[in-house]
């Protein structure tokens, strides 16, 4: 999977599927997709609509071609020390571990190059063709994370982290201006390691990134966001993420988080908050109105905000919303977790509501529950309209950023942890690729990319 030899000029014939709309699974059947010499897809038909066949590459039964997952939220230095020190709350254990692991990678270029390879490595076995990281403070150690996606063939948006208050003395800037220098630095040598102006090519892509509110002076904030609006530039950052960070600045700022965002242009279309997982409906309206995309991620959220994202109210105030792992504030990279956690979270959110409701004889609204077809959106072309990208969904002029999955073996048993299906005519079932979504695995993920080509 290398940006060089990205698929082109594809013919497949074979089972799609996707999940164009929010709640919206759409299996096509006997497809033909076809893409030009760039990677974007041309043709996407029924295959019995073609009159030419022949040159195709027919996916064997019991596989499917369906669109890569999006990470809208990853530590890529936290990597480091994925899955420890989570009996800390959030505030001690940015202390403890999180500036820890970032200092320590911007003091070793060569352990960062290994983190980073392993990262991208990983990210592909997982089904993630796009991710949305936050990196750490040196330059260098940015470059070292940008090139190691780039060679992965990684769709990655790079944000060097800005952070000039409140961190330990050696992992900190110096100063609100040297800060807002080295963030217009970095962006332009990310930017120049596109090798190619076209679009699909074009994977790489520098964020501006205020770490949050509390290591943030206003000087800061406020010139980061002359930057984005001078240049165009993609902004990301933690919002209202949780409880002691809340507090922390009402007593720090004597505001919210997103008042000061608000103030400082830094809540845009191009802007992808992680958490909001403490905004009320009013907020979230506004997020909706600034087109400020949220990357929800559940698995932190458990562990440190106290209280669970309200998704539903989010999705239907018509914020847009992908999904994130924290890695390392969450422990999984997976984002099939990620999408079980959602799920899993929003059902208790909604028996709670209905318990409460009960009580006091509201009346219902709309479930606040999500179901896998809602989460498979969100990790898909929900995290590539956060990203504003084409991908996500297998549309004419998008690039093909697709996942090959194998239910089924040549002689039709499941594949992996996919013990029985009720296979009623050997089609692809809803009931089938709902299975996959809740016990698949990463043996079930068989090419991403090129790979369909070359496993022919
Ligand atoms: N808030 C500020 N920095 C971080 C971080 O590294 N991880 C998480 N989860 N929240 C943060
Ligand atoms: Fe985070």
Redesign the pocket.
Not at 374 to 396: C, D, P, S
């Given at each position: 999977l290398t940006q060089t030899t990205m698929q082109r000029n594809l013919r497949i014939r074979g089972n799609f599927v996707q999940t164009p709309e929010l709640g919206d699974l759409g299996i096509l059947r006997d497809h033909l997709l076809v893409t030009d010499d760039k990677g974007v897809i041309v043709i996407f038909e029924p295959a019995s609509s073609q009159s030419e066949l022949t040159s195709c590459f027919t996916l064997p039964r019991g596989q499917f071609i369906m669109p890569t997952f999006v990470d809208t939220h990853l530590?890529a230095p936290?990597f480091l020390y994925q899955g420890n020190g989570l009996h800390l709350p959030?505030m001690q254990w940015?202390d403890e571990y999180?500036f820890r692991a970032e200092e320590r990678l911007d003091g070793d270029p060569q352990l960062a190059r290994k983190v980073y390879a392993q990262l991208a490595r990983r990210l592909i076995q997982f089904g993630t063709s796009t991710v949305l990281l936050?990196g750490t403070i040196k330059e260098e150690t940015n470059l070292i994370l940008a090139d190691a996606m780039k060679t992965a063939g990684l769709r990655a948006f790079v944000g060097k982290l800005s952070m000039d208050m409140l961190s330990k003395p050696s992992y900190i800037e110096p100063s609100a201006d040297a800060s807002i220098r080295a963030a217009q630095s970095f962006a332009e040598k990310c930017m120049a390691m596109n090798s190619s102006s076209h679009p699909h090519e074009h994977l790489l892509e520098p964020v501006l990134t205020p770490?949050?509110v509390?290591?943030c002076s206003d000087e800061l904030l406020s010139g980061l966001g002359g930057l984005a609006a001078q240049h165009n530039l993609k902004i990301q950052s933690?919002l209202a993420?949780?409880l002691d960070?809340v507090d922390f600045v009402r007593k720090q700022r004597g505001a919210e988080d997103i008042d000061i965002f608000d103030q400082y242009g830094l809540l845009t279309p191009r802007t992808v908050q992680?958490?909001c997982t403490f905004l009320n409906a009013p907020s979230l309206t506004r997020l909706s109105n600034r087109g400020t995309a949220i990357a929800h991620?559940p698995l932190?959220n458990s562990y440190?905000s106290a209280e669970p994202f309200p998704l539903r109210e989010a999705l239907d105030a018509g914020v847009k919303v992908g999904l994130g792992t924290?890695i390392a504030?969450g422990y999984a990279l997976d984002i099939m977790n990620a999408m079980r956690h959602a799920v899993s979270v929003s059902r208790i959110r909604e028996g709670n509501h209905q318990v409460a409701e009960r009580e006091q004889q509201e009346e219902t609204k709309q479930s606040l529950a999500i179901n896998w077809i809602e989460a498979l959106y969100l990790a898909t072309k929900g995290g590539a309209q956060a990203l504003g990208l084409k991908t996500g969904a297998f549309t004419i002029g998008a690039p093909f950023d697709a996942q090959q999955i194998q239910l089924l073996d040549s002689e039709g048993n499941g594949v992996g942890a996919l013990d029985f299906f009720d296979l009623e005519d050997g089609g692809l079932t809803m009931e089938m690729i709902e299975k996959w979504w809740c016990v698949g695995e990463r043996g079930n993920r068989i090419g991403i990319y090129d790979e369909i080509i070359t496993s022919r």
């Amino acid at each position: 999977l290398t940006q060089t030899t990205m698929q082109r000029n594809l013919r497949i014939r074979g089972n799609f599927v996707q999940t164009p709309e929010l709640g919206d699974l759409g299996i096509l059947r006997d497809h033909l997709l076809v893409t030009d010499d760039k990677g974007v897809i041309v043709i996407f038909e029924p295959a019995s609509s073609q009159s030419e066949l022949t040159s195709c590459f027919t996916l064997p039964r019991g596989q499917f071609i369906m669109p890569t997952f999006v990470d809208t939220h990853l530590h890529a230095p936290q990597f480091l020390y994925q899955g420890n020190g989570l009996h800390l709350p959030l505030m001690q254990w940015l202390d403890e571990y999180a500036f820890r692991a970032e200092e320590r990678l911007d003091g070793d270029p060569q352990l960062a190059r290994k983190v980073y390879a392993q990262l991208a490595r990983r990210l592909i076995q997982f089904g993630t063709s796009t991710v949305l990281l936050f990196g750490t403070i040196k330059e260098e150690t940015n470059l070292i994370l940008a090139d190691a996606m780039k060679t992965a063939g990684l769709r990655a948006f790079v944000g060097k982290l800005s952070m000039d208050m409140l961190s330990k003395p050696s992992y900190i800037e110096p100063s609100a201006d040297a800060s807002i220098r080295a963030a217009q630095s970095f962006a332009e040598k990310c930017m120049a390691m596109n090798s190619s102006s076209h679009p699909h090519e074009h994977l790489l892509e520098p964020v501006l990134t205020p770490r949050f509110v509390p290591t943030c002076s206003d000087e800061l904030l406020s010139g980061l966001g002359g930057l984005a609006a001078q240049h165009n530039l993609k902004i990301q950052s933690h919002l209202a993420e949780a409880l002691d960070q809340v507090d922390f600045v009402r007593k720090q700022r004597g505001a919210e988080d997103i008042d000061i965002f608000d103030q400082y242009g830094l809540l845009t279309p191009r802007t992808v908050q992680a958490h909001c997982t403490f905004l009320n409906a009013p907020s979230l309206t506004r997020l909706s109105n600034r087109g400020t995309a949220i990357a929800h991620c559940p698995l932190s959220n458990s562990y440190f905000s106290a209280e669970p994202f309200p998704l539903r109210e989010a999705l239907d105030a018509g914020v847009k919303v992908g999904l994130g792992t924290d890695i390392a504030g969450g422990y999984a990279l997976d984002i099939m977790n990620a999408m079980r956690h959602a799920v899993s979270v929003s059902r208790i959110r909604e028996g709670n509501h209905q318990v409460a409701e009960r009580e006091q004889q509201e009346e219902t609204k709309q479930s606040l529950a999500i179901n896998w077809i809602e989460a498979l959106y969100l990790a898909t072309k929900g995290g590539a309209q956060a990203l504003g990208l084409k991908t996500g969904a297998f549309t004419i002029g998008a690039p093909f950023d697709a996942q090959q999955i194998q239910l089924l073996d040549s002689e039709g048993n499941g594949v992996g942890a996919l013990d029985f299906f009720d296979l009623e005519d050997g089609g692809l079932t809803m009931e089938m690729i709902e299975k996959w979504w809740c016990v698949g695995e990463r043996g079930n993920r068989i090419g991403i990319y090129d790979e369909i080509i070359t496993s022919r």
